[in-house]
């Protein structure tokens, strides 16, 4: 069984979506709380990359 952990930016409210990720075999897999039938997976390095790109801003454009 997949165990999720809730965004630590998540409220705990009903009515808080969030981001979720769960990492086991050697993949890494998000969803949204909201749709979680929707799972999108990445190789650890690919999330690192994620991650430190939206550390640096580099998404930044995207707004």
């Known amino acids: ?6 965004s ?4 705990n409210g ?3 979506n969030c ?7 050697g993949v890494v897999s998000l969803r949204e709380s909201d749709a979680p039938g929707v ?5 650890p390095c690919a ?3 994620l ?3 939206i550390k ?3 998404f930044g454009h995207l707004r």
């Open 8 to 11: 630590s930016f998540s409220g």
């Open 51 to 53: 991650i430190r790109g």
């Open 19 to 25: 981001v979720e990720v769960a990492a086991e075999s």
């Open 56 to 58: 640096e801003g580099e």
């Open 14 to 16: 009903p009515d808080n």
């Open 39 to 43: 799972v999108v997976t990445a190789t």
């Open 1 to 6: 069984m997949t165990e999720w952990q809730k």
């Open 47 to 49: 999330f690192g990359a």
